[in-house]
T-cell receptor, first 114, second 111 residues
Framework: DVKVTQSSRYLVKRTGEKVFLECVQD?????MFWYRQDPGLGLRLIYF???????EKGDIPEGYSVSREKKERFSLILESASTNQTSMYLC?????????????FGNGTRLTVT | GEDVEQSLFLSVREGDSSVINCTYT??????LYWYKQEPGAGLQLLTY?????DMKQDQRLTVLLNKKDKHLSLRIADTQTGDSAIYFC???????????FGTGTRLTIIP
C-alpha cells in the first residue's frame, strides 16, 4: 500500500522562524507535490518536483522554497514564517506519465504561525 | 482558463442521493477526478473519468461528464453517515503532470 508520510501533524511556529515540513513516500514515485488547503479556496499548488533536484513553481510559490535531494523525500521550507502562512499543508506523490494513477496524499500538517 | 469551481456546502438526508457538481474551464482537460477528504485526513481518490466518456458507474457512485458545458457531477446513491466529508473535483490537462483542484464541497448528512 502506498504510503506518504508527513513528519508532523501539528506545528506551532513564531513569525520570522524558518520552518521545515518533511514528506516521505515509499513507492518510488517520480512526482511529488506540496499543496496548501484553506477553507473556501480548496487546494493550491505551491511547488512540484518531477525528479531528484528538479522543481517547478506552482500557483503560489511566494514565501516558500523546496528541496528534493533524494527521490523519496520532498521538503517544503518557509524561509521566514508569517501569519498568512497559517494553513493545512498536504504532500502528495504520483507516478510520472501515468494518467490513471492517482495522487497519493499524506495526512497533512496543520501549521500555525503566531 | 484555470478555474475549477464547486459549491462549498451540501446537506442531504440519510438514504437520499447526493449530487455534487463541478465546473471547469480548460477544454484540454484529459482526466477528471473526484477525491474525498475525511476529517483529519488527506485526500483519497474516489473515481476518475476520461474526457471522452460521458458516464462512469462504480457501485454507489455515478460520475457524469458534460464536455460541451464543462460540467462534472458526482452522484452518491443511498447516502450514509460515512459519506460525510469534503469532496474535491480535479482536472488534469493534456501534457501536464499536475492536477488543479476545486474549492471542495462539504457534504453533511442529516439523520
Amino acid at each position: 500500500d502506498v504510503k506518504v508520510t508527513q513528519s508532523s501533524r501539528y506545528l506551532v511556529k513564531r513569525t520570522g522562524e524558518k520552518v521545515f515540513l518533511e514528506c516521505v513516500q515509499d513507492m518510488d514515485h517520480e512526482n511529488m507535490f506540496w499543496y496548501r488547503q484553506d477553507p473556501g479556496l480548496g487546494l493550491r499548488l505551491i511547488y512540484f518536483s518531477y525528479d531528484v533536484k528538479m522543481k517547478e513553481k506552482g500557483d503560489i510559490p511566494e514565501g516558500y522554497s523546496v528541496s528534493r535531494e533524494k527521490k523519496e523525500r520532498f521538503s517544503l521550507i518557509l524561509e521566514s514564517a508569517s501569519t498568512n502562512q497559517t494553513s493545512m499543508y498536504l504532500c502528495a506523490s504520483s507516478l510520472r506519465g501515468s494518467w490513471n494513477s492517482p495522487l497519493h496524499f499524506g495526512n497533512g500538517t496543520r501549521l500555525t504561525v503566531t | 482558463g484555470e478555474d475549477v469551481e464547486q459549491s462549498l456546502f451540501l446537506s442531504v438526508r440519510e438514504g437520499d442521493s447526493s449530487v455534487i457538481n463541478c465546473t471547469y474551464t480548460d477544454s484540454s482537460s484529459t482526466y477528471l477526478y473526484w477525491y474525498k477528504q475525511e476529517p483529519g485526513a488527506g485526500l483519497q481518490l474516489l473515481t476518475y473519468i476520461f474526457s471522452n466518456m460521458d458516464m462512469k458507474q462504480d457501485q454507489r457512485l455515478t460520475v457524469l461528464l458534460n464536455k460541451k458545458d464543462k460540467h462534472l457531477s458526482l452522484r452518491i446513491a443511498d447516502t450514509q453517515t460515512g459519506d460525510s466529508a469534503i469532496y474535491f473535483c480535479a482536472e488534469r490537462r493534456r501534457g501536464n503532470e499536475k492536477l488543479t483542484f476545486g474549492t471542495g464541497t462539504r457534504l453533511t448528512i442529516i439523520p
